[in-house]
């Protein structure tokens, strides 16, 4: 892996790629996402008051959820498409190549481009979840999923201490609690060729993802159908060929079940011998 030949965008041209057109729609997305959720809120409110047992488990339900879906996305921004492709070029593969050729540039960015990207993606879902009808099963879902959004919302919040120097002392407290993406665990993303552990709201389910072969197994069958070579705009074609073709992650050592005998005590096979339908 170390010989890679890893070729990289231009950082100054993808800095310049942030027009004030994509500015713009990250302050609309962030208003949309703000009126949303508040709305969504309203919506579960009385249920949480309700049920709080149930919404405390639809939270934890929608962080995990978040977690996946950061992976999901990144995966698929690092992997597939190129900058120049309209609106969504721009807009969410851009950020992620440039993130990969300079990781600091990302404490470098304001609230509005740290999270206008992330409002927009979870906007749609969150105005699903409103209009969902009463019920404890769709409370259940309405609920999940304003955690899910929030989870997202911090998201790149999260990324971006993770990538600090100094974070604040709170947020170091939850890194450390791996409440929020800690900073050694995401450094594994960063080490060349980019292509594993792309889950960044905790990062629970990266090693998971990893064994499992989740995204390289999604990756062969993307390249099979489309023949499109993974993450060739990200490290260059040479590179993406030879981490196509690297051989899966070893399986992990599941632990042995040791079966331990079980000494009967001596009157046992009296009791044991009763049917159940007798009575004492
Ligand atoms: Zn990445
Ligand atoms: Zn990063």
Sequence with gaps: MKDLEIRQRDCRALREGYSRAVRNFEIASIGGYALVMAWLLSKIAPGIAENPFLALAAFMVGLIAADFGSGFVHWMADTWGTPEWPIIGKALIRPFREHHVDQKEITRHDFIETNGNNCFISTPSAAIA???PDGTVWFFLAAMTFAMCLAIFGTNQFHKWAHMDTPPRYARVLQRASLILPPDHHAVHHTAPYAKYYCITVGWLNEGLFRLRFFQTL?????HFTGLIPREDDIGKRAALV??????PPLPDLPKMVLTSIELPLDLPEVAGRSMAEPD
């Design 219 to 223: 990756e062969k069958i993307i390249a």
């Design 130 to 132: 409103a209009l969902l």
């Design 243 to 248: 981490v196509a073709e690297q051989p899966p």
